[in-house]
């Protein structure tokens, strides 16, 4: 079992930063693959931004990508999403989400991810 725990979300205006961080701890199971993933009012789950854990490989919802930054705290099992340039369509529920194994092809998919933390709002207003 995976728990993930989600920080760092907030209330910003367009334009603003924040930085959401998600942290990993388990006894049987080590995730490889994190990801977030961003659920908006009467919007669909979508994928923002996912990594494979001790690797470069970062993939990026193209609505973010030259925005938003993921990276990995070093060896440990924590990620934060550096989020700039916030727009108010930004505005969601933040979900920390992770599995074991590969990212894959199905990496943006949320019916792939095992483990899901407890979402933190992100809200940018214009």
């Known amino acids: 079992q995976v728990q993930l725990v989600e920080s760092g979300g907030g209330s910003v205006e367009a334009g603003g930063s924040l930085r959401l961080s998600c942290a990993a701890s388990?006894?049987?199971?080590?995730?490889?693959?994190m990801a977030w993933f961003r659920q908006a009012p009467k919007k669909e789950r979508e994928a923002v931004a996912v990594?494979?854990?001790?690797?470069?490989?970062?993939y990026y919802n193209s609505a973010v990508k030259d925005r938003f930054l993921l990276y990995q705290d070093g060896a440990e099992n924590t990620v934060y999403l550096q989020m700039n340039y916030l727009k108010p369509e930004d505005t969601a529920v933040y979900y920390c989400a992770a599995k074991s194994g590969t990212c894959g092809a199905t990496r943006f998919a949320t019916n792939v991810y095992k483990y899901w933390g407890q979402g933190t709002q992100v809200t940018v207003s214009s």
């Open positions: 388990g006894r049987t199971d080590r995730p490889t693959c």
């Open positions: 990594i494979t854990l001790g690797s470069s490989s970062i």
